[in-house]
């Protein structure tokens, strides 16, 4: 929410001063360019190549000015809001009133369009290597973290609905333009200052997980090799940042906040649908390989394992295609008595696909044994859940962003086809993996001759 809330009162901002001075002394194609991102992301570029230390300081002093000014503004909005406006108020222009003026597919929409200010929580993760005890401070910053941002996004959502009538809301200046309205500087200047410190915090932390995660795929192998070289001073990825940095700003130059507020959105419902997915996955033991077996007749034989992988595949092949076909139904079709009763059936071929995976295949040892700190609970339930729901966000996001987040997906995958497949250490590993395994059958084979 303080994202949100944050580039919103950054865009006040430009449409203003920035804004004019644009108008003023640019071209017309760069009129839709920002200048303040821009400036910002290379002040982001410099402070993450000093090292992640002044950035964990830096943000947790931007994080607490933030969580204050939005605290500030949902007390103000409490204090001169009117209970009317989150009921009886009538829209003028349409004649729309009540709870939900645009029905559950608008709070659907919206849900879906302002997801980016989720989009922070996966930083925990990502950077669980700068973490002293990884096992034991990572589901508590996790959870915690969701708390928290849930918490403020719906006590902000809630205020500013109680302190301004629903149909004024909107625009590019959100909280600011809605204290400016009712005439409160100082509370205005308050929020103000305090979002234009969230939009840093953002940025910053935005840009220090990217920086991690394209890391990470490097030494992996699964992309350009370059980009895992580390400064051996401050032990910062410094052409990672750089390359991070560049593209911020081609897309502060290319998209508009409209356009980009719905590829991040989208790009990260993706990912939470691509998590929960590889979450299954990793969970059942599927692993493919030989065992020996010890009998009278044969004293030592080698046999294949039961082939698990082939029915994981194909169930949970099953399971997506419903997932995404139910998911698709909700999002553009209207309800009407066949299409609910369409929908309930891939209901029950979804369930019964998590059913069977949960019956037919076991969970790996680690999963039970409790050697580890967190599990993530009901698989594969909750997973199927977290799957299905954000499906049902991406697809009422608009056509447009989901065409430009395919192009991309689709560059994603021509370099991991092109280039990650044949260096990747996993693929390395596994040829290795295989003459190993291919050498022992061998000897057992000599030795039982």
Request: proline letters at 4%.
């Given at each position: 929410?303080?994202g949100?809330?944050?580039i919103?009162?950054?865009?006040?901002?430009i449409?203003?001063?920035?804004?004019?001075?644009?108008?003023?002394?640019?071209?017309?194609?760069?009129?839709?360019?920002?200048?303040?991102?821009?400036?910002?992301?290379?002040?982001?570029?410099?402070?993450?190549?000093?090292g992640?230390?002044?950035?964990?300081?830096?943000?947790i002093?931007?994080?607490?000015?933030?969580?204050?000014?939005?605290?500030?503004?949902?007390?103000?909005a409490?204090?001169?809001?009117?209970?009317?406006?989150?009921?009886?108020?009538?829209?003028?222009?349409?004649?729309?009133?009540?709870?939900?003026?645009?029905?559950?597919?608008?709070?659907?929409?919206?849900?879906?369009?302002?997801?980016?200010?989720?989009?922070?929580?996966?930083?925990?993760?990502?950077?669980a290597?700068?973490?002293?005890?990884?096992?034991?401070?990572?589901?508590?910053?996790?959870c915690?973290?969701?708390v928290?941002?849930?918490?403020?996004?719906?006590?902000t959502?809630?205020?500013?609905?109680?302190?301004?009538?629903?149909?004024?809301?909107?625009?590019?200046?959100?909280?600011?333009?809605?204290?400016?309205?009712?005439?409160?500087?100082?509370?205005?200047?308050?929020?103000?200052?305090?979002?234009?410190?969230?939009?840093?915090?953002?940025?910053l932390?935005?840009?220090?997980?990217v920086?991690?995660?394209?890391?990470?795929?490097?030494?992996?192998?699964?992309?350009?090799?370059?980009?895992?070289?580390?400064?051996?001073?401050?032990?910062?990825?410094?052409?990672?940042?750089?390359?991070?940095?560049v593209?911020g700003?081609?897309?502060?130059?290319?998209?508009?906040?409209?356009?980009?507020?719905h590829?991040?959105?989208?790009?990260?419902?993706?990912?939470?649908?691509?998590?929960?997915?590889?979450?299954?996955?990793?969970?059942?033991?599927?692993?493919?390989?030989y065992e020996?077996?010890t009998?009278?007749?044969?004293?030592?034989?080698?046999?294949?394992?039961s082939?698990?992988?082939?029915?994981?595949?194909?169930?949970?092949?099953?399971?997506?295609v419903?997932t995404?076909?139910?998911?698709?139904?909700?999002?553009?079709?209207?309800?009407?008595?066949?299409?609910?009763?369409?929908?309930?059936?891939?209901?029950?071929?979804g369930?019964?696909?998590?059913?069977?995976?949960?019956?037919?295949?076991?969970?790996?040892?680690?999963?039970?044994?409790?050697?580890?700190?967190?599990?993530?609970?009901?698989?594969?339930?909750?997973?199927?859940?977290?799957?299905l729901?954000?499906?049902?966000?991406?697809?009422?996001?608009?056509?447009?962003?989901?065409?430009?987040?395919?192009?991309?997906?689709?560059?994603?995958?021509?370099?991991?086809?092109?280039?990650?497949?044949?260096?990747?250490?996993?693929?390395?590993?596994?040829?290795?993996?295989?003459?190993?395994?291919?050498?022992?059958?061998?000897?057992?084979?000599?030795?039982?001759?």
């Open positions: 929410s303080t949100s809330s944050g919103n009162a950054e865009y006040g901002l449409n203003g001063t920035v804004g004019a001075w644009q108008e003023a002394n640019l071209p017309d194609w760069m009129l839709h360019t920002d200048l303040l991102a821009i400036a910002i992301m290379l002040v982001f570029m410099v402070i993450n190549i000093v992640i230390r002044a950035v964990s300081y830096l943000n002093a931007i994080a607490a000015v933030s969580v204050t000014s939005l605290l500030i503004f949902c007390v103000t409490l204090i001169y809001g009117n209970v009317d406006n989150l009921s009886t108020v009538v829209n003028p222009a349409d004649g729309r009133t009540g709870f939900a003026p645009y029905g559950i597919n608008g709070i659907i929409t919206g849900a879906g369009t302002a997801f980016f200010a989720f989009v922070g929580l996966e930083s925990v993760v990502t950077l290597e700068e973490a002293v005890n990884p096992k034991r401070d990572l589901p508590r910053a996790t915690g973290a969701f928290i941002v849930l918490l403020l996004y719906v006590l959502a809630f205020s500013i609905a109680y302190f301004q009538p629903w149909y004024e809301l909107g625009g590019n200046t959100g909280l600011i333009g809605s204290l400016q309205k009712r005439g409160l500087p100082i509370p205005q200047y308050i929020v103000t200052a305090g979002l234009i410190f969230t939009v840093f915090s953002c940025g932390c935005t840009l220090t997980t920086v991690r995660v394209l890391y990470s795929i490097a030494e992996d192998g699964l992309i350009f090799s370059f980009l895992r070289t580390v400064n051996k001073v401050t032990q910062i990825p410094v052409w990672n940042v750089i390359v991070c940095s593209v700003v081609l897309g502060s130059i290319i998209y508009d906040f409209d356009t980009l507020s590829m991040i959105s989208g790009g990260t419902l993706s990912v939470f649908v691509i998590t929960a997915l590889a979450v299954i996955m990793l969970s059942f033991d599927v692993s493919e390989g020996s077996i009998t009278e007749e044969t004293p030592l034989t080698a046999q294949p394992r082939d698990r992988r082939a029915l994981f595949g194909i169930i949970l092949s099953i399971f997506m419903a995404i076909i139910l998911a698709a139904l909700i999002a553009f079709v209207p309800f009407t008595t066949t299409v609910i009763v369409f929908e309930v059936l891939l209901g029950v071929v369930l019964a696909c998590l059913v069977l995976i949960r019956l037919k295949i076991p969970l790996k040892r680690d999963e039970t044994d409790g050697s580890l700190s967190f599990v993530s609970p009901g698989k594969p339930f909750v997973q199927g859940l977290s799957i729901v954000n499906l049902v966000l991406l697809f009422h996001l608009e056509v447009k962003a989901l065409l430009q987040l395919a192009i991309y997906c689709g560059v994603g995958l021509v370099i991991y086809f092109g280039y990650g497949i044949f260096f990747s250490k996993v693929t390395e590993g596994k040829q290795k993996a295989l003459k190993k395994e291919t050498s022992t059958l061998g000897s057992q084979e000599s030795i039982a001759d």
